[in-house]
């Protein structure tokens, strides 16, 4: 059973930057695709970015609403995933969930996820 923690949400105003982490235990993370999903008040949740299982070359994929300005990244050695997000903007307030899922596009959207983390808040302010 793996378990993911989240990390590094918070306050920030808005054009700012935060960087979340994803840390797991009971698996390696490089058996996993691993994604970041965000939920925001009244909405569903929604698939935000993820990175390939390592076997099948670390490829990365965004929603179209972050791309440019967020990046995903891996450190299989020390079990962790990480988001960073530079120049946030208010509709990026959400709480956002670590995902892991057995196959890369499965971890695309929230059926097909595996296990998930129990979410951090960030907040963007004007």
């Known amino acids: 059973q793996v378990q993911l923690v989240e990390s590094g949400g918070g306050l920030v105003q808005a054009g700012g930057s935060l960087r979340l982490s994803c840390a797991a235990s009971?698996?390696?993370?490089?058996?996993?695709?691993m994604g970041w999903f965000r939920q925001a008040p009244g909405k569903e949740r929604e698939f935000v970015a993820a990175t390939a299982i390592s076997w099948s070359g670390n490829g990365s994929y965004f929603a179209d609403s972050v791309k440019g300005r967020f990046t995903i990244s891996r450190d299989n050695a020390k079990n962790t995933v990480l988001l960073q997000m530079n120049n946030l903007k208010a509709e990026d307030t959400a709480v956002y969930y670590c995902?892991?899922?057995?196959?890369?596009?499965?971890?695309?959207?929230?059926?097909?996820?595996?296990?998930w983390g129990q979410g951090t808040q960030v907040t963007v302010s004007l």
């Open positions: 995902a892991a899922a057995q196959n890369n596009f499965d971890v695309t959207y929230t059926a097909g996820v595996d296990y």
């Open positions: 009971g698996g390696a993370l490089s058996d996993y695709a």
